[in-house]
């Protein structure tokens, strides 16, 4: 339809479409700059991935506790100590045994293993014993915890009838009291984030490095030392004293999630401060770090049950090492669904 020079209803029409469209995008335009120039954090405006919040897992209360039996309080209470100040009685200066890499359980399950998708314990009284197919076998909750000592703490395993073991899983065991057999409950572990469709990306996970997490964790990611020595004020991030490569945290999943909606300090999930590609990329940056080895030569028995970020091979899929490390992951987890 040709417009010029004609019926005056039309060339009104003209005007006032012309001028809805310009008042419009002004409008539109209008909103999504003027809240954001005054603000200089950009922060506010990341969105959490999943913000449904309801029926999120929660600690039992101290009140709870204070309802047990005395000596049972205390085991708990020993326990809980023990994963928040782990290296006072088990690191390098440990008062109990020396036999940890100076990292507190807390450094990684936050408040103690409370916080939600802060990698919290809300599951595993509900859900172990459970098959793993990293070790191949049914794994007790003993065999966990000392996973975890092995390899994110980078030390040795904790005796199982030891005061300290019996206080963890007491604790553990408390902490798990509410949630049904079997059931993992809304915002326990880690937060499983959506893939890139691209490869994290270690160099721009360096920029974002410098920016918001070196002041704590220090340009070489060796962390900072307390006063005395004896545990971490901002724990290291790699090199000899950080979590070695069987750790959990070295599966670029974990990391990404983990940080997504714990770091920098004082982020949650309910105002998280990075978006999911500057988790990804910071997680690139940070496992590319050298870190001690750990013995893996034992790991993931059956091949085809080694997860889509494990870095090493051998696999039974096509894919790199270097994909399998940095992604894009979904290709890889396509192909592993249509050949189980
Ligand atoms: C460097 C970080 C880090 C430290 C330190 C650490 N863990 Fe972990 N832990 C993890 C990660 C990551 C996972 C989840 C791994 C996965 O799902 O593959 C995990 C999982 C666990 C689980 C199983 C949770 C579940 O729901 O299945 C237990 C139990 C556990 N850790 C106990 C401990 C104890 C006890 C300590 C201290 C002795 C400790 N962890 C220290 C990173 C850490
Ligand atoms: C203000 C200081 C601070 C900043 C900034 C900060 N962190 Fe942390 N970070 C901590 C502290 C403290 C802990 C241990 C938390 C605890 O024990 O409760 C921690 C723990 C961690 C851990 C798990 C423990 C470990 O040592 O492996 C990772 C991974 C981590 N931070 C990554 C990051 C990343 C990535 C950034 C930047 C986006 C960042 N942090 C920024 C203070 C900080």
Known sequence: MKLSGKHPFFRDLTYVVGLSVCLLSLLLVGWRVIPAVPTPPIVALIMPPDSNFTNLWTAPTEAQLKRLPTNQQSLIRY?????????????????????????????????????????N???????????????????NQVKRVNDCFQRSLNGR??????????????????????VPPKQIPRGAGLFKLKGLSRPANSDKGLTLYTQKCQVCHQANGEGVLAEG???????????????????????????????RYNMPLG????????????????AAYINSQPRPAGDISRDWPNLAGKPFDHPFGPYTDPF???????????PIKDWKEAHK
Not at 94 to 104: I, T
Not at 157 to 178: N, V
Not at 242 to 258: C, D, H, I, M, P
Not at 320 to 330: D, M, R
């Open 79 to 119: 326990g809980r100590d023990l994963i928040a100040h782990t290296a006072n009685y088990l690191g390098p200066k440990g008062s109990v045994m020396r036999m940890s890499n100076g990292m507190n359980c807390q450094n990684c399950h936050l408040n103690a293993g409370t916080q939600p998708w802060g990698n």
């Open 121 to 139: 314990y809300g599951a595993v009284q509900a859900t172990y014993p459970k098959f793993r197919e990293r070790s191949g076998t049914v794994e």
């Open 157 to 178: 395993p904790l005796d199982s009838t030891s005061r300290e073991m019996r206080g963890i899983l007491a604790y553990i065991k408390w902490l798990g009291s509410d």
């Open 229 to 259: 020595g004896k545990s971490y004020t901002y724990p290291p991030l790699w090199g000899t004293h950080s979590y070695n490569q069987g750790a959990g945290l070295f599966r670029l999943s974990n990391l990404a999630g983990y940080v």
């Open 267 to 282: 982020a949650t999930y309910e105002a998280p401060q990075l978006t999911d590609e500057e988790a990804w990329d910071l």
């Open 320 to 330: 790199s090492e270097q994909q399998h490390k940095y992604g894009p992951f979904k």
